[in-house]
Nanobody
Framework: QVQLQESGPGLVKSSQTLSLICTVSGDSITTSHLAWSWLRQPPGKGLEWMGVLAYDGSTYYNSSLKSRTSISRDTSKNQFFLQLSSVTPEDTAVYYC??????????????????WGQGTQVTVSS
């Protein structure tokens, strides 16, 4: 059973960089075919897929966020990271990390992912 846990500051000021950590247990983030995604859900809106880190370290991003988003990893700690720069109040959302067997590029259907973190609320102040 894979478990994911998001962590990071709950409040970020506008124009700053949002940084989140997803700590994984139960499997390695380098296990073949596994992919590790970041998604978010703004208040009153649906899920938005932000990007994915494949087991081999390759990354893919939502084109609308690509210029501001970076996903990276620390294999020694079995963690992967999200950085979102130049945030505005529109980036206020619950942020989730998720795992799937295979890339889920652009996928926002929860059932298409095998495991989810509980989510972490991030509020961007103006």
């Amino acid at each position: 059973q894979v478990q994911l846990q998001e962590s990071g500051p709950g409040l970020v000021k506008s124009s700053q960089t949002l940084s989140l950590i997803c700590t994984v247990s139960g499997d390695s983030i380098t296990t073949s075919h596994l992919a590790w995604s970041w998604l978010r859900q703004p208040p009153g809106k649906g899920l938005e897929w932000m990007g994915v880190l494949a087991y081999d370290g390759s990354t893919y991003y939502n084109s609308s966020l690509k210029s501001r988003t970076s996903i990276s990893r620390d294999t020694s700690k079995n963690q992967f990271f999200l950085q979102l720069s130049s945030v505005t109040p529109e980036d206020t959302a619950v942020y989730y990390c998720a795992c799937a067997d295979g890339l889920r590029t652009g996928v926002t259907d929860r059932e298409k992912y095998d495991f989810w973190g509980q989510g972490t609320q991030v509020t961007v102040s103006s």
